[in-house]
């Protein structure tokens, strides 16, 4: 508008001119020099600055790139706590992944948490016996084996079969070793820490007219074991029944059977079977956990009381 208003008045000024005689030249001239002060140009530069003043204004309000923009940025406003959040290792679940470094400490806790009394790393002492295994069967229940490098476990570390089928390294005081896996329970008389080994494994360590030496121990996770296999007990049906687990590497803590939309604990007897008294589960799916943590779960294992019925799992070595 006032660009507008300023050449209205310049054509006024320009008409009035024309219209002046000579004789007024003298006194155009100095009306033209008072133009000069009032002309477009030189009110083009107050606009300018108020312009620039109004930029100015618009740019602290909102920065661009290159402004100060750190009050409306994520990292400025996070809390410490938000800030730390995003390093946190996830927790996965320790059934299905190798833990990685990260997670070793927590690993380590659900092992000591699951093993009871006999721990993966620990060193054990106390005394070798020996008894005459016969067939290899014993209250762990797995029945005769052709494999005589067994052991009965005292009936503290027994711990209502939580040992049976253990891998053991046994060490005599000169340096002999065995390996033994543990199929039977040492009777009350047997001190926390001895071990009754069959003949045979006695006879890797000492001769066995000693009858008795000192031995150090300790929990093993072997390779080449085959794998797993769940075997119902005799009489087992949709009613009631027992599970057995066999051939699993590393010693069992758990098994679960599928029912009622979740996942059934069942407890453990000495005898080395998990009983569900009231039927519920039989014959579906079953989920086993070792110390480690890890789990394994089996579809397809029908009540079949007596038959020991492969699987292709196995527990990871550790």
């Known amino acids: 508008m006032k660009e507008t208003r300023q050449a209205a008045r310049r054509r006024g000024r320009r008409r009035t001119l024309w219209a002046l005689t000579p004789v007024a030249l003298v006194a155009a001239g100095a009306l033209v020099c008072a133009a000069v002060a009032f002309r477009p140009g030189h009110q083009a530069g107050t606009g300018d600055t108020a312009a620039s003043t109004a930029a100015g204004s618009r740019g602290t309000a909102a920065p661009g790139p290159g402004a100060s923009a750190g009050s409306t940025s994520p990292s400025a406003t996070r809390s410490p706590r938000s800030a730390v959040s995003p390093a946190e290792p996830a927790r996965p679940s320790t059934a299905s992944a190798r833990p990685s470094a990260p997670d070793a400490s927590r690993t380590t806790a659900t092992t000591a948490s699951l093993a009871g009394r006999i721990r993966p790393g620990v060193g054990y002492r106390g005394v070798a016996t020996m008894y005459d295994a016969g067939t290899g069967d014993g209250a762990c229940s797995y ?176």
């Open 143 to 318: 029945g005769p084996s052709g494999d005589l490098l067994t052991a009965a476990m005292n009936h503290t570390d027994y711990e209502t079969s939580k040992a049976c089928g253990a891998y053991v390294l046994v060490r005599a005081a000169g340096g002999a070793t065995v390996t033994v896996r543990i199929t039977n329970e040492c009777p009350t008389g047997c001190a926390p820490g001895q071990l009754d080994l069959s003949a045979q494994a006695f006879a890797r360590l000492a001769n066995p007219v000693a009858g008795r030496i000192p031995i150090t121990w300790k929990l093993l996770s072997p390779g080449g074991s085959g794998t797993v296999a769940l075997r119902y007990k005799t009489g087992s049906s949709r009613y009631w029944c027992a599970v057995q687990v066999i051939g699993h590497r590393n010693p069992v803590a758990r098994l679960e059977l599928r029912a009622d939309g979740g996942w059934r604990r069942l407890p453990r007897t000495d005898y080395n079977y998990f009983l569900a008294e009231d039927g519920r589960g039989c014959g579906g799916t079953v989920r086993i956990t070792d110390i480690y943590g890890e789990r394994l779960t089996v579809d397809g294992i029908a009540v079949r009381p007596g038959t020991a019925q492969t699987t292709r799992l196995q527990f990871a070595r550790h």
